[in-house]
């Protein structure tokens, strides 16, 4: 980097107060051999590969809301964004046999709705939970009514491999994890832009009194967002080679969770996406688990809502723990 | 701010009705708008509808306006109504009298509320974190005891109670007019509700005061527990069973009731008659909606949408 971030007093220890990746590994190393002693079918490659694809899923949700939680920010839109976005995509494809089309008209409905939530927080000053919340029952009613009940589903096949495909024994959901990551890596890490998201998380005040455009930095971070929500719902579409309106009502608790067990923390300021995969592939494993072990898929709602609420303890106690120090 | 300043509750709840044009206005505007263009909307039984749907949805609204004027939000109401229904309807099953019945969805209400409070002032969590989790937790709960199942045959005792009426006015409306009486002497002529408004406007004033500002403050997120347990009885009197996803959601409609009502998340703004007429908003809304045969899902999406633009509109005057 050139030039030094206009934010460098804001962002003085920033690599120090980066959550450690270290225990989170031990976690996911833990799970493992748990799961595979528990169980004979955990240690195949075919489950493997198909936990893989489940985190990468679940980690490209996560990714755009991991930086909006990281302005201090909240989206609680994205699994209702998500699921429209596919129902629009699918219906498009089905509609003009283009998949390209489709892609595209998913794309651009969750970069919209990004965009409102954008708009809300940043120039109507609206506290993002609650703009977001609304938007969350906006979408949902609109996606209940565009699709009546109905069930759209098969796609040709070129399509659905975006989902369910393999590229040279890999799931090609892994290849879209691994280029948002390294893009977003890169992006947060080395960029002026990146470090302002940061500032911003840290200290709003001062990240805009050392010059930085608050506004159009969540402006970007809530699209952003948006258009992930956008771009999972046509990699969950392409799964599922079906679309259903409610599809994307179960995924916001989890998506929630992968950034919290990464280790991005809901006060702002700390968080990378190398750590939301953690958290992401941590929160499959035990799902996985859960399914190998033929548990009840009803426990998984109150699972995932010990997990958030032990992620969130472990941030806040985190916190306070830094504070009592400094 | 001195403990004489936090006390003079008993003006307040004049200042919030004399508050509440706004949201006067909008039920006034929906009332006209449904009786003009909705046949059968501004008929006496449609009317009394109104007000029986709306009374489980106040039951809820009450507490969650003290939660939100402390700068909180309670996600978990919707699923902890859904499972103390689950625990109401297994014990009047199991041959247990409505009074025990009740008094065991009450006390799941009050844990759920408690672990709200406790999470939120000990632990520290953000609301929307602490009630996401106990959402879920709730909701599985809720999922697990019943396999995804209703509960039925709760006998015959519940409905008839529910179905009753005194001086032509139905049980629950009855039980919403008690449940704001209580909540309004709770608000506004109590200590407590003195403290709530403080808690919103200046916390640390509260506490430099030498006032148990965690416990207050945890009280309100345990009533809210305590409430929705509450909420129970009518719900599942309506249902004659109690279902496991029947309330969820339900949090949403509160929310939205008591933000339409003038109750903001900060400085402890707000107030009780707000959110009544919030809630009968939300209610006429939904209702005359369905009379013009708009499908639910839009019904949804317009309460998103009301909710946001009450927002817009203080953000506009520049209040927020």
Known sequence: MSAAPPAGAALAGWPLRMPSIGYRLLGVAALCLALALATDAFLTLPNLLNVLRQASLTFLIASGLTLVIVTAGLDLSIGANLGLSACFAAAVIQASGSVLLGAAVGLVSGLVIGVANGVMVTWLKLPPFIATYGMLWMVYGVNYWYMAGTTIYDFPQGFRNLGSGDALGVPVPVYLTAAAMLVGGLFTRYTTWGHDIYAIGANREAARLSGIPVRSRLMLVYTLSGAMAGLSGIVYLARLNSAEAGMGDPLLLPAIAAVLIGGTSLFGGIGTLSGTFVGALILTLTLNGMNLLTIDTNWQPLVMGVIVLLAAWLDASTRRRAEARA | ?320
């Open chain 2, 1 to 320: 701010m001195s403990r004489a300043a936090v006390l003079e509750g008993g003006a307040r709840w004049r200042d919030a009705a004399a508050e509440a044009p706004g949201v006067a206005w909008l039920l006034a505007a929906l009332l006209v708008f449904f009786t003009v263009f909705g046949p059968r909307f501004a008929s006496a039984p449609n009317l009394l509808n109104i007000g029986i749907q709306s009374s489980i949805l106040l039951l809820l609204a009450l507490p969650m306006t003290l939660v939100i004027m402390t700068e909180g939000l309670d996600l978990s109401m919707g699923a902890v109504l859904g499972l103390s229904g689950i625990v109401l309807a297994a014990a009047l099953v199991a041959g247990y009298g409505l009074t025990v019945a009740l008094g065991a969805a009450l006390l799941v209400g009050l844990v759920f509320g408690a672990a709200n409070g406790l999470l939120v002032t000990r632990v520290g969590l953000p609301p929307f974190a602490a009630t996401l989790g106990t959402l879920g937790a709730a909701q599985g709960a809720a999922l697990v005891a019943t396999d995804g199942q209703s509960v039925v045959g709760i006998g015959p005792g519940l409905p008839a109670l529910y179905a009753s009426a005194w001086l032509g006015i139905p049980f629950s409306i009855w039980v919403a007019a008690a449940a704001y009486g209580a909540f309004h002497v709770l608000l506004y002529h109590t200590r407590f509700g003195a403290y709530v408004f403080a808690i919103g406007g200046n916390r640390d004033a509260l506490a430099l005061a030498g006032v148990r500002v965690d416990a207050y403050h945890a009280a309100i997120y345990a009533l809210g527990g305590l409430m929705a347990g509450f909420a129970a009885l009518l719900l599942t009197g309506r249902m004659n069973a109690g279902h496991p996803t029947a309330a969820i959601g339900m949090e949403f409609d509160a929310i939205a009731a008591v933000i339409v009502g003038g109750t903001r998340f900060e400085r402890g703004y707000g107030g009780l008659p707000g959110t009544v007429l919030g809630v009968l908003a939300v209610g006429v809304l939904k209702n005359g909606l369905n009379v013009l045969a708009v499908p639910s899902s839009l019904q949804v999406a317009s309460i998103g949408l009301l909710v946001i633009a009450a927002l817009l509109v203080d953000s506009i005057r520049g209040r927020s």
